[in-house]
């Protein structure tokens, strides 16, 4: 009886024994995180500032309004997703003369645009390049309402910025924008005279509601 004791003390130091000596599992490597997956759009709003050069403007026009954007795309890799922009900015009391603010004007942008994420952060760069549009509505006459004169210019746009995904669920984030979207529109006709190579320059901060 002794002895069968002694056999199964000895058994279980020995099974303790190679217990001990086996190597404790390793954990699995994270993968990195991948911001946004398949199909994606965002859409979202802010304030801008236009700045408005022309080839005989004594001064560079300056204006303020409100901008909104749309962006819809698909995922080349990890780190890069491609979309298409549409942007906007609305300015009710737009003048090509610093003492004139009776004029609507609409500029935008329509682009190809990639946003490139460096790390594993949801901090990313954007650039683009695709078409721009602007629209202009004056007052023909200032005694009679709904005598606007309406006159609108395209070109080439371009656009550059960053951002942060600041993600809510797997599907869902909020991102922060800042960005420049630069429009080459061309001459615009208004009443009584033309204004040649018009550039608008639109700065814009904005927050935007993202579906990956």
């Known amino acids: 009886m002794k002895r069968v004791l002694w056999l199964l003390a000895l058994g279980l130091c020995c099974g303790s024994a190679a217990v001990a000596q086996e190597p404790a599992p390793t954990a699995p490597i994270p993968r990195p995180k991948r911001h946004r997956s398949g199909l994606w759009g965002e859409l979202g709003s802010g304030p801008g500032y236009v700045r408005v050069a022309c080839s005989d403007c004594t001064d560079v026009i300056g204006a303020s309004g409100a901008t909104s954007y749309l962006r819809i795309g698909g995922v080349i890799s990890r780190n890069v997703v491609i979309g298409v922009e549409i942007?906007?900015?609305?300015?009710?009391?737009?003048?090509?003369?610093?003492?004139?603010?009776?004029?609507?004007?609409?500029?935008?942008?329509?682009?190809?645009?990639?946003?490139?994420?460096?790390?594993?952060?949801?901090?990313?760069?954007?650039?683009?390049?695709?078409?721009?549009?602007?629209?202009?509505?004056?007052?023909?006459?200032?005694?009679?309402?709904?005598?606007?004169?309406?006159?609108?210019?395209?070109?080439?746009?371009?656009?550059?910025?960053?951002?942060y995904d600041f993600p809510i669920s797997r599907k869902f984030a909020i991102t922060a924008n800042a960005a420049a979207f630069v429009t080459a529109l061309g001459d615009v006709v208004l009443p009584g005279h033309n204004v040649d190579d018009v550039i608008a320059t639109v700065y814009q901060l904005s927050i935007g509601f993202t579906i990956r």
């Open 87 to 163: 942007f906007s900015l609305l300015d009710q009391t737009f003048g090509f003369a610093s003492q004139d603010s009776n004029a609507v004007a609409e500029t935008g942008t329509a682009t190809i645009t990639l946003l490139w994420y460096p790390g594993k952060s949801g901090l990313f760069f954007k650039g683009g390049v695709g078409a721009a549009f602007g629209e202009f509505s004056v007052p023909s006459d200032s005694t009679n309402v709904g005598t606007d004169t309406t006159s609108s210019g395209g070109g080439i746009g371009m656009t550059f910025g960053l951002g």
